[in-house]
């Protein structure tokens, strides 16, 4: 990239951070005024006063907006404004959603509506897959499960950031990462496709600003609309940039195969794994073993960020490899956790 370009990037990355201060401020106030705040009045939750949710609007706003006032640099490659229209009607519906769901606390029944519907409004837009990588060499063609495939990632995506969010800043943070790590891809001279990068890098500074009042102690938290919202949008720039859904996977792999894990758990003792909450998820059991919270959100951030980039580096096989070597280190983590409890029990 020529310095002009950067510092362009650096410019507009400053402003959005701005932005999303500006609304978080705003949004914290009027989260407060109208008490739509968490209460810690469960054993799952560490904070110990009632904290302004809603953060995710700000996130939102910020984001659109600086995406608006540079869409001129939106429209240089493949996609149309319909696309970015879609992208936007789908954020707007897990906004309201999200903003119910703070308020009057929905039955997962109601939640799911919302995510259902900006996945429908991506589709319609025109976002759709037409091929994948194969590991092994070539492609393979897509056809009429486009739309089937993009519902089922944006699904996973969205309830992995939901029930990642259980500790100050974990969310926000690792969707920054992802966010990086696809703009450093797109800016690839390999992979060249500046607006993606734009709209990438767009959302990292989104999270960036609004992990100044995120990260432990948290000022605010993301609320429901938010921590959709993050994998909503990670899940599209993955889809948008040329279906590179494998970065997405390596850097959310962790909390990816915690939440496989968590459902399959719930499902083996006949729970509903939606609508039943424990202190089983992985960033739980790391602070069961004495790590404290910032430790444990670092950890996630360590493995995003280095899965991430040698995502950068390697080919479709290597990328396999690496997605192998996540799932055995979920697998080896599994293990240890389940002796450590057994261990608890006899002793």
Wanted: include cysteine; glycine fraction near 10%; charge should be positive.
């Amino acid at each position: 990239m020529s310095s002009f370009l950067i510092f362009n990037f650096f410019l507009i990355f400053i402003l959005t951070v701005l932005f999303v201060v500006v609304f978080t401020l705003l949004i914290k106030y009027i989260a407060v005024k109208f008490n739509i705040v968490d209460k810690p009045n469960q054993e799952r939750k560490f904070h110990k006063k009632n904290i302004p949710l809603l953060g995710g609007i700000a996130i939102f706003l910020a984001f659109f907006i600086a995406l608006y006032i540079f869409q001129d640099k939106l429209l240089i490659g493949d996609l149309t404004i319909k696309h970015w229209i879609g992208f936007f009607i789908g954020g707007v519906w897990l906004m309201i959603g999200g903003f119910l769901d703070d308020k009057y606390n929905l039955p997962p029944s109601y939640q799911i509506i919302f995510p259902l519907l900006a996945i429908i409004s991506v589709i319609s837009g025109g976002v759709g897959i037409e091929k994948i990588t194969n590991p092994f060499g070539g492609f393979i063609n897509i056809g009429f499960l486009s739309s089937i495939l993009i519902a089922f990632w944006l699904l996973g995506m969205m309830y992995t950031t939901k029930l990642l969010d259980g500790l100050d800043g974990l969310v926000s943070g690792t969707t920054a990462i992802g966010a990086l790590i696809i703009f450093l891809f797109t800016m690839t001279t390999k992979y060249y496709q500046p607006d993606i990068g734009l709209a990438s890098l767009i959302l990292c500074a989104s999270c960036v600003g609004f992990l100044f009042f995120n990260f432990c102690p948290a000022k605010i938290f993301l609320g429901e609309g938010g921590s959709l919202f993050l994998g909503y949008a990670l899940g599209v720039l993955a889809i948008i940039s040329g279906g590179k859904i494998a970065i997405a996977l390596l850097v959310m792999g962790i909390p990816i195969l915690d939440i496989v894990w968590t459902i399959i758990r719930r499902m083996i003792v006949g729970k509903n794994p939606f609508k039943f909450a424990d202190r089983k998820h992985l960033h739980f059991r790391l602070l069961d073993l004495g790590l404290s919270v910032r430790q444990t959100v670092l950890v996630y951030y360590f493995f995003a960020t280095i899965f991430g980039l040698s995502a950068i580096f390697l080919q479709s096989k290597g990328k396999l490899y690496a997605l192998i070597i996540l799932l055995a280190i979920m697998f080896l983590t599994i293990i240890s956790l389940t002796f450590l409890d057994r261990k608890k029990k006899i002793t």
